[in-house]
């Protein structure tokens, strides 16, 4: 079947790779992968197949490396820049792959940086014809992939290199000016944004290790596109009916209860969902309640009310299943549900969160049917009554068939109870899966039929890095801390711990000199950083759960990590973004709608004038929606998108560019505000008068108001009298007119 031949070609690439180059803890010693490389690979004629299987072979061997950089294969065609057409039968993007894959290698990296390769791809990417198909764009008509392959080429060979990176500045500035006569927005997103945020990134492995089985724990690769879900934000159940503070306590009791006890680690996994809420009950929706519990467990019951004329929240966890509904339902029937070691229940108030559980000799739980077919639920005896009936009252009763955990002398009130809100939670117990590329914000055990999940933005599946790992591999910033890195990957502060030396990851580690010494001291590593984490550290934090904020997806503000961009910084220095906003400027000048013009004439000006402080433009580049905004208006797609025919439509076309427009000056002034968090540099402030900063916010006080603009006027007031005693005016002197008036003057 030919539809199926490229996933076979590429599978049997994984298992030959596999074959050769083992995971830790197995070892090949049947074939020499160098041997393999030199004689199948470097010396028959090059297939694309082949081609990019050497590229994994270089990518982990340096023997490998250094024989490819002495045959000098397809070196010369990388450094010729992109051609249409194949090369030597191989397709463009095979070779780009094929050089992506090789530059995982350090030397490889070093000598085509010092071929100059990053420059003759970045100008073979733009249309150098006289009569080009499109005028109006920069860039070459190149696909996809090939477009895509070339910039992740581009800004490894040029990350990290001082030198290199004040070039490739200094091309970008120039090419600003090629912005003016033309609108390619593709240019701008996927090759000129690319280059300008780009860092330099080393390869790190983050491995879930089993403090209790002393064994790191493997992902299959079939679960690769499953999320953790047992961070501490989202152990238990997300109910609304608990605040942040209930959660916590709710989370830490559960802990408690449960690490000790075999179901631990089995609930922890779960996957919970709500399977019942009401909002008010009566005899005719027990069934119901009861049908919609049945057989489920591990189960949690919230419910709400008042109690005494104050809000109060019960609540009861059980490991085990509770018992069908019975068919059909008669009256007169119980039944009870049977104790287990980590059963507890919940009483939270506006100042108490206490925890109890029952003693050995009860029940949890005991389902009654009355003569109505309604009935009721009694928590642990009489503790609690869940009533469904008109004959049998909800409330608070016996307190002597439990134990406060909290407090062993506290015991409850007896008081009726009157119901706002009811959930049942329910959780389905599957083995434990722990973090992958997609999502290491959350850990699931089911994988959704179409997953649409938020890829991390440190993980690239183009490298070849991810073939010799079952975990995802990351490119980590350089400049970024310990503490950072597990908080960006994990959303959690854990210790981590290098597989190659055995040693905990210091916070203010020097990443490139950690990633220089593995590359000297452990060549089988692949290139990766492998560093471990206790998993039972994340699930057990006590951490507590934070609110969460409108501003939570700016990553620098989560982690508190400063991106250190080599080429946008160059470029900052060249004037590069007083060009790009001046461009911006001229462009807004051409528009057709004057009334648009001027209002996002106003909004640059704004950001001209905050960019001259350090750190503003930075942030503003990093953030996706003014990045992208800011190269809207360069292009004039406000101005370009023709009006719809249809009045209500051009209405609410112009409604939303006007909520744009708002929009970009919130999080301007937001990012400006972000500026002076991070730094208290008293120069830095002193530089924001200096160019006019409190002018600029006036402005736009007076544009949001209307008022009108105000200026600054020094002149000396008239002079004002007042009277003063005789005595006074003796001791006033010279300041005091003859008819004993003080002179004042104000200016």
């Given at each position: 079947?030919?539809?199926?031949?490229?996933?076979?070609?590429?599978n049997?690439l994984?298992?030959?790779?596999?074959?050769?180059?083992?995971?830790p803890?197995?070892?090949?010693?049947?074939?020499?992968?160098?041997?393999f490389?030199?004689?199948?690979?470097?010396?028959?004629?090059?297939?694309?197949?082949?081609?990019?299987?050497?590229?994994y072979?270089?990518?982990?061997d340096?023997?490998?490396?250094?024989?490819?950089l002495q045959?000098?294969?397809?070196?010369?065609?990388?450094?010729?820049?992109?051609?249409?057409?194949p090369?030597?039968?191989?397709?463009?993007?095979?070779?780009?792959?094929?050089?992506l894959?090789c530059?995982?290698?350090?030397?490889?990296?070093?000598?085509?940086?010092?071929?100059?390769?990053a420059?003759?791809l970045?100008?073979?990417?733009?249309e150098?014809?006289?009569?080009?198909?499109?005028?109006t764009?920069?860039?070459?008509?190149?696909?996809?992939?090939?477009?895509?392959?070339?910039?992740?080429?581009i800004k490894?060979?040029?990350?990290?290199?001082?030198?290199?990176?004040?070039?490739?500045?200094?091309?970008i500035t120039?090419?600003l000016?090629l912005?003016?006569?033309?609108r390619?927005?593709?240019?701008v997103?996927?090759?000129?944004?690319?280059?300008?945020r780009?860092?330099?990134?080393?390869?790190?492995?983050?491995?879930?290790y089993?403090?209790?089985?002393?064994?790191?724990?493997?992902?299959?690769?079939?679960?690769?596109?499953?999320?953790?879900?047992?961070?501490?934000a989202?152990?238990?159940?997300?109910?609304?009916?608990?605040n942040?503070?209930?959660?916590?306590?709710?989370l830490?009791?559960?802990?408690?209860?449960?690490?000790?006890?075999s179901?631990?680690?089995?609930?922890a996994?779960a996957?919970?969902?709500?399977?019942?809420?009401?909002?008010?009950?009566d005899?005719?929706?027990f069934?119901?309640?009861?049908?919609?519990?049945?057989?489920?467990?591990?189960?949690?019951?919230?419910?709400?009310?008042?109690?005494?004329?104050?809000?109060?929240?019960?609540?009861?966890?059980?490991?085990?299943?509770?018992p069908?509904?019975?068919?059909?339902?008669?009256a007169?029937?119980?039944?009870?549900v049977?104790?287990?070691?980590?059963?507890?229940?919940?009483?939270?108030?506006?100042?108490?969160?206490?925890?109890?559980?029952p003693?050995?000799?009860?029940?949890?739980?005991?389902?009654?049917?009355?003569?109505?077919?309604g009935?009721?639920?009694?928590?642990a005896?009489?503790?609690?009554?869940?009533?469904?009936?008109?004959?049998?009252?909800?409330?608070?009763?016996?307190?002597?068939?439990?134990?406060?955990?909290?407090d062993?002398?506290?015991?409850?009130?007896?008081?009726?109870?009157?119901?706002?809100a009811?959930?049942?939670?329910?959780?389905?117990?599957?083995?434990?899966?722990?973090?992958?590329?997609?999502?290491t914000?959350?850990?699931?055990?089911?994988?959704?039929?179409?997953?649409?999940?938020a890829?991390h933005?440190?993980?690239?599946?183009l490298?070849?890095y991810?073939l010799?790992?079952?975990h995802p591999?990351y490119?980590?910033?350089v400049?970024?801390?310990?503490?950072?890195?597990?908080l960006?990957?994990?959303?959690?502060?854990?210790?981590?711990?290098?597989?190659?030396?055995?040693?905990?990851?210091?916070?203010?580690?020097?990443i490139?000199?950690l990633?220089?010494?593995?590359?000297?001291?452990?060549?089988?590593?692949?290139?990766?950083?492998?560093?471990?984490?206790d998993?039972?550290?994340?699930?057990?934090?006590?951490?507590p759960?934070?609110?969460?904020?409108?501003?939570q997806?700016?990553?620098?503000?989560r982690?508190?990590?400063?991106?250190?961009?080599?080429v946008?910084e160059?470029?900052e220095?060249?004037?590069?973004?007083k060009?790009?906003i001046?461009?911006?400027?001229?462009?807004l000048?051409?528009?057709?709608?004057?009334?648009?013009a001027?209002?996002?004439?106003?909004?640059?000006?704004?950001?001209?004038?905050?960019?001259?402080?350090p750190?503003?433009?930075?942030?503003f580049?990093?953030?996706?929606?003014?990045?992208?905004?800011?190269?809207?208006i360069?292009?004039?797609?406000?101005?370009?998108?023709?009006?719809?025919?249809n009045?209500?439509?051009?209405?609410?076309?112009t409604k939303?560019?006007?909520?744009?427009?708002?929009?970009?000056?919130?999080?301007?002034?937001q990012?400006?505000?972000?500026?002076f968090k991070?730094?208290?540099d008293?120069?830095?402030?002193?530089?924001?008068?200096?160019?006019?900063?409190?002018?600029?916010?006036?402005?736009?006080?007076?544009a949001?108001?209307g008022?009108?603009?105000?200026?600054?006027?020094?002149?000396?007031?008239?002079v004002?009298?007042?009277?003063?005693?005789?005595?006074?005016?003796?001791?006033?002197?010279?300041g005091?007119d003859?008819?004993?008036r003080?002179?004042?003057?104000?200016?």
């Amino acid at each position: 079947d030919k539809t199926n031949q490229p996933v076979i070609q590429k599978n049997l690439l994984k298992f030959l790779l596999l074959e050769l180059y083992p995971p830790p803890l197995f070892q090949n010693q049947t074939i020499n992968p160098n041997a393999f490389f030199m004689k199948y690979l470097l010396s028959e004629k090059m297939s694309t197949n082949k081609l990019i299987l050497s590229s994994y072979f270089v990518s982990t061997d340096q023997q490998c490396a250094a024989a490819l950089l002495q045959s000098g294969l397809l070196k010369k065609e990388l450094c010729q820049g992109i051609k249409e057409d194949p090369v030597n039968g191989i397709p463009v993007a095979s070779l780009l792959q094929f050089w992506l894959n090789c530059c995982a290698q350090p030397i490889i990296q070093e000598e085509l940086a010092k071929s100059r390769a990053a420059f003759q791809l970045y100008d073979s990417l733009k249309e150098t014809s006289e009569k080009p198909a499109d005028p109006t764009l920069i860039l070459k008509k190149l696909p996809e992939d090939v477009l895509m392959l070339a910039v992740e080429l581009i800004k490894i060979l040029t990350s990290g290199k001082p030198e290199l990176e004040k070039e490739m500045a200094r091309c970008i500035t120039k090419d600003l000016e090629l912005l003016t006569a033309k609108r390619d927005l593709d240019y701008v997103n996927k090759v000129l944004v690319p280059i300008l945020r780009m860092e330099q990134t080393v390869p790190f492995c983050l491995m879930p290790y089993d403090s209790d089985s002393k064994r790191c724990l493997i992902v299959s690769r079939k679960n690769q596109g499953q999320v953790a879900q047992i961070s501490h934000a989202s152990l238990f159940v997300n109910t609304s009916l608990l605040n942040v503070k209930q959660k916590n306590s709710l989370l830490k009791a559960f802990k408690s209860q449960l690490a000790l006890t075999s179901s631990f680690k089995k609930v922890a996994s779960a996957k919970w969902t709500r399977v019942y809420s009401e909002t008010s009950i009566d005899p005719s929706k027990f069934a119901k309640f009861w049908e919609s519990v049945q057989l489920q467990g591990p189960v949690f019951i919230i419910i709400s009310g008042v109690s005494n004329g104050k809000p109060c929240t019960f609540g009861a966890y059980t490991s085990v299943p509770l018992p069908a509904l019975p068919s059909p339902l008669e009256a007169d029937y119980t039944t009870n549900v049977a104790n287990a070691e980590d059963n507890f229940f919940l009483i939270y108030d506006e100042n108490n969160c206490k925890h109890f559980k029952p003693t050995q000799s009860d029940s949890f739980a005991s389902f009654i049917v009355d003569s109505d077919l309604g009935g009721s639920v009694d928590f642990a005896g009489e503790f609690f009554r869940l009533s469904f009936s008109y004959d049998l009252v909800m409330q608070f009763g016996d307190s002597s068939g439990v134990e406060c955990i909290d407090d062993s002398e506290y015991k409850s009130p007896e008081a009726n109870f009157t119901l706002s809100a009811i959930e049942v939670w329910s959780g389905k117990i599957t083995k434990v899966i722990f973090p992958s590329a997609e999502d290491t914000k959350k850990v699931t055990t089911e994988v959704p039929a179409k997953p649409a999940l938020a890829k991390h933005p440190w993980h690239n599946s183009l490298y070849s890095y991810n073939l010799f790992r079952a975990h995802p591999v990351y490119n980590v910033p350089v400049g970024v801390k310990a503490s950072q890195l597990s908080l960006a990957i994990l959303e959690h502060k854990s210790k981590m711990t290098t597989r190659y030396n055995k040693k905990e990851l210091a916070d203010e580690i020097d990443i490139a000199g950690l990633y220089a010494d593995l590359i000297e001291k452990c060549p089988m590593a692949n290139g990766v950083i492998d560093v471990e984490y206790d998993i039972h550290e994340v699930i057990e934090s006590d951490q507590p759960l934070k609110e969460k904020k409108e501003d939570q997806d700016s990553e620098m503000e989560r982690i508190g990590y400063l991106p250190k961009m080599g080429v946008f910084e160059r470029f900052e220095e060249l004037g590069g973004v007083k060009e790009l906003i001046s461009v911006t400027l001229k462009s807004l000048k051409l528009w057709k709608n004057v009334d648009a013009a001027n209002k996002w004439t106003l909004w640059l000006q704004e950001i001209e004038s905050f960019s001259s402080i350090p750190l503003f433009f930075r942030l503003f580049i990093k953030n996706k929606k003014c990045k992208d905004l800011l190269f809207k208006i360069l292009a004039g797609i406000p101005d370009q998108k023709p009006a719809p025919e249809n009045k209500k439509q051009k209405d609410e076309e112009t409604k939303k560019w006007e909520e744009e427009h708002l929009s970009a000056v919130r999080v301007s002034y937001q990012n400006l505000a972000e500026v002076f968090k991070i730094s208290n540099d008293i120069k830095m402030r002193e530089q924001a008068f200096d160019n006019g900063l409190i002018d600029r916010i006036l402005e736009r006080v007076g544009a949001l108001t209307g008022e009108k603009g105000r200026k600054w006027e020094a002149k000396e007031e008239e002079v004002k009298v007042c009277l003063l005693y005789t005595s006074d005016a003796a001791e006033e002197g010279l300041g005091v007119d003859l008819g004993g008036r003080r002179i004042i003057k104000k200016n």
